[in-house]
């Protein structure tokens, strides 16, 4: 992969033991019109859920929503759409039927990858990963899990942030352990060659230095803006959602 070098000024957070660097990401955001608690997107395209869990997807125009049928509390898009209702029930969208198909188990979080790979988070803490017709438990502890080409990214209950080794590349494996990653996040995403997450104070973090070599990376790096939720995919595109339950958008820009 090709070394990124970033463009805005960066603000350092002692919490996220940063380091300072003289170049950072570039980003604009755009307000999509709306109202979402959580938003997603990836190669199934835009989707979110509003705070009495509706579902809705982006339509073309990129300005307009078309609300899908059924009841969701979070949901995700990347291969397929995946999502949790409020009775810890979990759904996949089939879009030829245009309908939700219920699956085994029971989570409160789920994430599923542009490859078709699906990890989620229970009520307990307990981390699965889906096999296809079953759930396979994986060692440790976490309340938000993302699984992308960045690999598989989890954080806990304290805000702690782990790496699962061996899932670099959207790999179709369970990994060997988990690292801890210094900093402290609500919520995180892995994209390509990047990951993001946000703080419990709404500030937006990029990790940077993410490498096949290297996949944890070098130093968290905050960019502008605030967002309760974060979203990236595997085309540098990256959504959210802030507390008033606003939507944006922003297409990350590099310049090598």
């Not at 919490?15 to 990401?25: F, I, Y």
């Not at 490498?211 to 995919?233: A, E, H, K, Y």
Request: proline content about 4%.
């Amino acid at each position: 992969m090709k070394s990124r070098n970033l463009v805005l000024p960066i603000l350092v957070v002692a919490a996220l033991c940063l380091s300072v660097s003289s170049n950072a990401l570039q980003i604009s955001w755009q307000q999509i019109p709306g109202g979402l608690k959580v938003v997603s997107k990836g190669s199934s395209g835009v989707w979110g859920v509003n705070v009495h869990d509706n579902i809705y997807r982006l339509n073309n125009d990129g300005k307009s929503w078309t609300q899908v049928p059924g009841g969701l509390r979070q949901i995700s898009s990347g291969y397929e759409v995946w999502g949790v209702n409020s009775a810890d029930n979990i759904y996949k969208y089939l879009p030829s039927a245009r309908t939700w198909q219920q699956l085994p188990g029971a989570l409160v979080n789920v994430d599923v990858s542009d490859a078709g790979h699906v990890w989620g988070v229970n009520r307990g803490g307990n981390i699965y990963r889906w096999l296809g017709n079953t759930w396979q438990q994986i060692p440790g502890g976490a309340t938000q899990v993302s699984v992308g080409e960045s690999g598989v990214w989890v954080v806990n209950s304290a805000g702690n942030i782990y790496y699962r080794v061996g899932t670099y590349g959207d790999a179709d494996t369970a990994g060997s352990d988990w690292v801890q990653v210094p900093g402290g996040l609500k919520w995180v995403s892995s994209g390509r060659y990047i990951v993001v997450g946000v703080n419990s104070a709404d500030q937006i973090f990029y990790r940077a230095g993410v490498t096949p070599s290297n996949p944890t990376g070098t130093n968290w790096v905050r960019v502008n803006g605030g967002l309760s939720q974060i979203d990236v995919d595997n085309d540098d595109s990256v959504v959210g959602v802030n507390s008033g339950r606003a939507i944006f958008r922003s297409h990350l820009e590099y310049t090598y």
